[in-house]
């Protein structure tokens, strides 16, 4: 047996989360592959989600996080190199100029207690759910 | 592939032919810009979740390469639910086309952006050969 079919076995065995691969590779094709800057990734628990973005070179001040309901807002902007009369790009390839996004998250948001954490130009938001809106065992009252 | 890059989509990095990788991960390309100034050639290369001890920048010959490692740290608990971008370390070669000054080469590390300042040489002077005559 080689080890690519041992591997396809392991995934038989987690089928749900091949599922949920490919359901992420198709929502991405249905994008035509593009994504608005910055990417981000969405993490969910039953009450939490966290969001996650690569931002390099945008400084701190430069952005400004915003949550209203279950839509998260990022702003920012990411400034370029400022050149010399006789300096010249020989590549650029990294995305520059002033961005928004907005991300729908599965629940309402506990605006008052957003926490955001930026290091190394990866930006961490972690999104706590509403209480109100949490499921509430009801107690029977005989 | 690489002429087909999208926007906002991170390019994987191909493992050279000569060498494997020793880490079982992805690899992407990072971006750059490259900026040639009087004095001295500047790399900027966006390496998200690279700080200054975990980026490797080595010149060989006239080879620079740049990688990075990247400890990624997943929210525990949590399933990913919206993936459009992918996490791994960083790798990339550029072939140098001037003389570097390779004792004064500066890198920095800032908001994961590595910032590479390559001087030139101070260019071969011009040299005029004296032409005597045989007595």
Known sequence: MLWSDIEKLNTLFEPWREFDRLRRELSRISNGGRVDFPAVNVWTSPDNAVLTTEIPGVELKALNISVTGNVLTLRGLRGGEQLQPDEVYHRKERWQGDFAKTIELPFTVESDKVQARYAKGVLYVSLPRAEAEKPRKIEVMT | ?135
């Not at chain 2, 608990?77 to 790798?91: I, N, P, R, S, W």
């Not at chain 2, 071969?124 to 005559?133: G, H, L, M």
């Open chain 2, 1 to 135: 592939m690489q002429d087909m890059a999208v926007e906002g989509v991170k390019r994987e990095a191909q493992a050279s032919e000569k060498a494997e990788r020793t880490r079982q991960r992805k690899a992407y390309l990072p971006d750059v810009d490259i900026i040639e100034k009087k004095d001295d050639i500047v790399i900027l290369a966006d390496m998200p979740g690279v700080d200054e001890k975990s980026v490797n920048v080595t010149l060989e010959k006239n080879v620079l390469s740049i990688s990075g490692k990247v400890d990624a740290e997943l929210p525990k608990e949590h399933k990913l639910t919206v993936q459009e971008y992918g996490v791994g370390d960083y790798e990339r070669s550029f072939t140098l086309s001037s003389e570097i000054d390779r004792d004064r080469i500066r890198a920095s590390v800032k908001n994961g952006v590595l910032r590479l300042v390559l001087p030139k040489a101070s260019a071969a002077k011009p040299r005029t050969i004296e032409v005597r005559t045989e007595a």
